[in-house]
């Protein structure tokens, strides 16, 4: 079955300080994986995606991924936090987009981060 | 170019009435797809449409259902409300290829349902 684990409900770190966001998963095929991050009220934001090739893939403002096969890992990193970061992070995972994966994304159920000055 | 545009953006009905929600992808974009997200739930598939045709569904009773027009913008309708349906219904549209990232997905920014 499909699934995808976020370990951690809420993280709380000082800006500046480095992050890391845990997302763990379960798919039958080759998996597709997503991080996306949402802002209180907003819609979901696509940070970075991995399809296949490089297992580190760099995304927008400044996150990147690690995709580790062996481990079923997608972790989601920044070197340094800004308070703008603070929002909920969700890791999701995906087939191709062919038969019964079209449009059908399984989600983690997210990581809350908030920053301290 | 233009986001994925749902509206409206909050609305509260009662038990027992229905609901239409609309969603304008991304132009070009020919694939949306419907999430309903819940504390209690989390983000959970509704169904996925392409050229006007369902093409994968999830696991939500006969009381949701939607349709595509011929310009890709996608209406959800829930019937016959109950209060668990109160959630952030989200948007997601995609080009619906493989060669270019069906499940790439670009979300709206959501409508909020609360019903009393």
């Known amino acids: 079955a499909q699934s995808v684990t976020q370990p951690d409900i809420h993280i709380t770190v000082s800006e500046g300080a480095s992050l890391e966001l845990r997302c763990n998963y379960s798919?039958?095929?080759?998996?597709?994986l997503f991080w996306y991050v949402q802002s209180p009220g907003q819609g979901l934001q696509l940070l970075l995606k991995?399809?296949?090739?490089?297992?580190l893939v760099q995304g927008i403002k400044g996150f990147e991924a690690e995709f580790k096969r062996s481990q079923s890992s997608f972790n989601l990193r920044k070197p340094s936090v800004h308070w703008s970061d603070a929002a909920e992070y969700f890791c999701?995972?995906?087939?191709?987009?062919?038969?019964?994966?079209?449009?059908?994304?399984?989600f983690g159920r997210g990581t809350q981060l908030t920053v301290w000055p | 170019k233009a986001g994925v545009t749902q509206t409206p953006r909050y609305l509260i009905k009662t038990r027992g009435q229905q609901v239409t929600l609309s969603c304008s992808p991304i132009?070009?974009?020919?694939?949306v797809s419907w999430y309903q997200q819940t504390p209690g739930q989390g983000l959970q598939f509704l169904f996925e449409?392409?050229?006007?045709?369902?093409?994968n569904k999830g696991n939500f009773p006969g009381r949701f259902s939607g349709r595509q027009f011929s310009n890709s913008r996608s209406e959800m309708n829930v019937s016959t409300l109950e209060l668990g349906d109160s959630a952030l219904y989200l948007c997601?549209?995609?080009?619906?290829?493989?060669?270019?990232?069906?499940?790439?997905?670009?979300f709206g920014a959501g409508s909020r349902l609360t019903v009393l």
């Open positions: 997601a549209s995609s080009s619906g290829t493989v060669s270019s990232g069906a499940n790439v997905l670009t």
């Open positions: 798919y039958g095929a080759t998996p597709y």
């Open positions: 991995y399809f296949s090739g490089d297992t």
């Open positions: 999701a995972v995906a087939g191709a987009g062919r038969g019964s994966t079209l449009g059908r994304l399984y």
């Open positions: 132009s070009g974009h020919r694939s």
């Open positions: 449409y392409f050229s006007e045709t369902q093409r």
